[in-house]
């Protein structure tokens, strides 16, 4: 089995099971789209939605990839050693009980135990380019649940977009006057999945009619959206709002030109994944 060439530190964490120091670590705060590797042998460990913030100083996922990682009792009986599956590299240890996720387990890793790769080099890598669609909808957790779902959604991000301040706070967000909306970034594979077919399922899944807010949730961040890229992608919508239209739906829905997108806290993402919970307010009703 050939590995890939180690630097002394890494050397150090990965085949004499060190550890880095707290905070230190490249992928402590590092929450992009993609796939986790171990860094000897490049086997694929975690994905980005199994990780979460615990605060710890070491990068903590909830799950693995199926048949990713090995568990090992230390020496002394303590604690729980993970390791890379394939290759046997220390990854770090395992904790279950603390209540921090719905799956209540933290794999508590190394960043310098792995490698990082960007959904985007992913899709690259097999053939295939991930183009980008955002939607507001209400309540962020909703829409990205359920958007989540679909075949070919590579990732969603709750996320702000449409105010003139730069990387907004959600407590800025919900003061109602910071002129930002809750939006969902949907990085999709448009050879598996159309942006029709999720301006569609975006429709179905919250209330295009309801001005001012979604469900129980108001306020102007809560308002229906779709930010547009291109004239193809406006067109797209005001053909399916017209549909809409014609089938008695008052759609207050908004057209807007795109505008920066900003990435939420990451106690955002995920977050129905991440507390077991369910939307209170999406959920699914066929209007196409």
């Known amino acids: 089995m050939t590995f890939n060439t180690l630097t002394p530190e890494e050397q150090r964490v990965i085949q004499d099971k060190g550890t880095e120091r707290p905070f230190s670590g490249a992928f402590n705060e590092h929450f992009e789209n ?23 100083g070491w990068p903590s996922f909830d799950d693995e990839i199926e048949g990713a990682v090995a568990r090992h009792v230390d020496a002394d009986g303590r604690r729980t050693e993970i390791v890379c599956a394939h290759c046997g590299g220390h990854l770090g240890h395992v904790f279950e009980g603390e209540m921090q996720t719905a ?35 209400g309540c962020f957790w909703g829409v990205e649940h ?25 407590t800025q967000v919900c003061s109602k006057t910071s002129g930002h909306l809750e939006v969902v970034e949907v990085s999709y594979d448009a050879g598996q ?5 999720l ?19 108001l306020g102007p961040q809560y308002a229906s959206a779709i930010f547009v890229e291109n004239d193809q992608e406006r067109e797209t919508i005001e053909g399916l709002i017209d549909i809409l239209k014609g089938k008695g739906h008052d759609v207050v829905t908004k ?32 209007k196409f």
């Open 34 to 56: 993609g796939l986790y590797l171990c860094k000897q042998c490049d086997a694929p460990l975690y994905r980005s939605e199994h990780k979460f913030p615990s605060h710890c």
């Open 103 to 137: 799956k209540n387990i933290r794999h508590c890793v190394n960043s310098i135990s792995m490698n990082f790769v960007s959904a985007e080099e992913l899709a690259l890598e097999s053939g295939s380019e991930l183009k980008k669609a955002y939607f507001a909808g």
């Open 146 to 170: 359920l958007l989540q779902q679909v075949p070919g959604v590579e990732a969603v991000v709750s996320g702000y977009m449409g105010g003139p301040s730069e990387n907004p706070t959600y």
């Open 193 to 197: 999945v159309s942006y029709e077919t």
């Open 199 to 217: 301006a569609k399922l975006f429709f179905e899944i919250h209330d295009p009619t309801q001005l001012g807010g979604q469900g129980p949730d």
């Open 255 to 286: 057209v807007l030109p795109m505008a920066p997108f900003w990435r939420a806290e990451e106690y955002h993402q995920d977050y129905y994944a991440k507390t077991g919970k369910t939307p209170y307010c999406h959920s699914y009703e066929k």
